[in-house]
């Protein structure tokens, strides 16, 4: 089992920046990915950033150019958040994705930004 503890969020203005931490528990000793998810009222949740364990990444294109994810220590993932829109708010969650004979799915408790003036 995987704990996924995340920190950071909180009321930003658009424009402004933001950064998230997630921290896993333990070493992966197999392949993953790890990343971040978001829901927004009345959406579906859906795909930010991720970052596989020999770093490659990905974003959402509504995202690309603007958030950076990266990894701070081997169990630590930020994702650095930039010019905030009011459409970036939402729940963001961490996802880790073990894969492999490991294989596992785990999820953040997720942590509130909301972009206003």
């Known amino acids: 089992q995987v704990q996924l503890v995340e920190s950071g969020g909180g009321l930003a203005q658009p424009g402004g920046s933001q950064r998230l931490s997630c921290t896993k528990s333990?070493?992966?000793?197999?392949?993953?990915?790890m990343g971040w998810h978001r829901q927004a009222p009345g959406k579906q949740r859906e795909l930010v950033a991720t970052?596989?364990?020999?770093?490659?990444t990905n974003y959402a294109d509504s995202v690309k150019g603007r958030f950076t994810i990266s990894r701070a220590t081997s169990n630590t993932v930020y994702l650095q958040m930039g010019s905030l829109k009011p459409e970036d708010t939402a729940i963001y969650y961490c996802?880790?994705?073990?894969?492999?004979?490991?294989?596992?799915?785990?999820w953040g408790q997720g942590t509130q930004v909301t972009v206003s003036s």
């Open positions: 996802n880790l994705v073990v894969l492999g004979t490991s294989r596992g799915d785990y």
């Open positions: 333990r070493s992966i000793p197999s392949a993953y990915v």
């Open positions: 970052i596989t364990s020999d770093g490659s």
